[in-house]
C-alpha cells in the first residue's frame, strides 16, 4: 500500500525533512532511487539527455561499487547525487547504530549532502543522529510518488500518476530499478514530453 501524493500529516510528522520546493515557479524535480545499473540507468540518462534535463540519483552504495562507469556518467553528465544507504535498509526494522553505519559506507561514495531514505521509511532518532553527523545535510522525500515499482500498475497508469498530481516544485520519485523498468521505459519519456510541453524545467536538488 502506498500513497501517490504525500499526505499533509506525513509533512507536518517529519517537518525538518524536505517533501517540495517553491511552488512560485514551473520547476519540476526529477528524482531517481537505487541506480546506478546497467541498461535501467542508462536508458534514464539517455532520455534525461534527450529532453535537455537534469536529476537527482539517490544512490545505493553497493550498486556504485559494481557499476562504477555508471555512477561516473551520472556525474559526468551533470546531475545531483543523493545517498540512498549502502543496502537499501528500511529505517523502521534496523537500528539506529547499524543504520547510521550503512549511511556513512554509502557516503564515502557518494559525498553528498542529499539523502533520501529507503522506501521513505526513517526513525526520528535516526533523523536527529544523521543532522548531529552532517549539519548541512538535507533528507529529501517526495510528494508525488510515480509507483513504478509497482507491478500491477500498468505505464499508462503509472504516467497519469506522475501527470495529474505534480505541480510547481514537485519532487518526484521514479527507480532505475530492473523491478520498475517496464514501466518507467514508458512513463518517463512521455511525461517529460507532456511536462516540457507545459512549460516547466528539470533542476537538480
Given amino acids: 500500500m502506498y500513497l ?26 526529477l528524482t531517481f532511487d537505487d541506480g546506478p545499473i546497467p541498461v535501467v540507468t542508462d536508458f534514464v540518462l539517455n532520455t534525461l539527455k534527450s529532453f535537455n534535463c537534469k536529476a537527482t540519483f539517490f544512490c545505493i552504495g553497493d550498486n556504485i561499487t559494481k557499476h562504477p562507469e ?29 543504520y547510521i553505519q550503512n549511511f556513512q559506507q554509502c557516503q564515502q561514495l557518494t559525498q553528498s549532502d542529499l539523502f533520501r531514505p529507503p522506501y521513505g521509511r526513517i526513525k526520528k532518532s535516526q533523523i536527529s543522529s544523521l543532522k548531529t553527523i552532517n549539519p548541512a545535510l ?21 504516467y497519469e500518476n506522475v501527470i495529474r ?38 533542476h537538480t536538488l
Fill in 4 to 29: 501517490v501524493k504525500s499526505p499533509l500529516l506525513l509533512k507536518w510528522y517529519y517537518p525538518s525533512l524536505v517533501w517540495n520546493k517553491s511552488r512560485n515557479e514551473k520547476v519540476i524535480y
Fill in 70 to 98: 555508471i555512477f561516473e556518467r551520472v556525474k559526468n553528465e551533470g546531475h545531483a547525487i543523493g545517498n540512498h544507504t549502502f543496502n537499501h535498509l528500511k529505517g523502521w526494522k534496523t537500528a539506529d547504530q547499524q
Fill in 138 to 158: 538535507r533528507i529529501i522525500m517526495w510528494d508525488v510518488l510515480s509507483g513504478d515499482f509497482d507491478l500491477q500498475l500498468s505505464p499508462q497508469k503509472c
Fill in 165 to 202: 498530481n505534480t505541480g510547481n516544485g514537485s519532487i518526484i520519485v521514479f527507480h532505475d530499478s530492473l523491478k520498475a523498468f517496464d514501466r518507467l521505459k514508458f512513463a518517463l519519456p512521455a511525461a517529460l514530453a507532456y511536462f516540457v510541453k507545459q512549460g516547466y524545467q528539470f
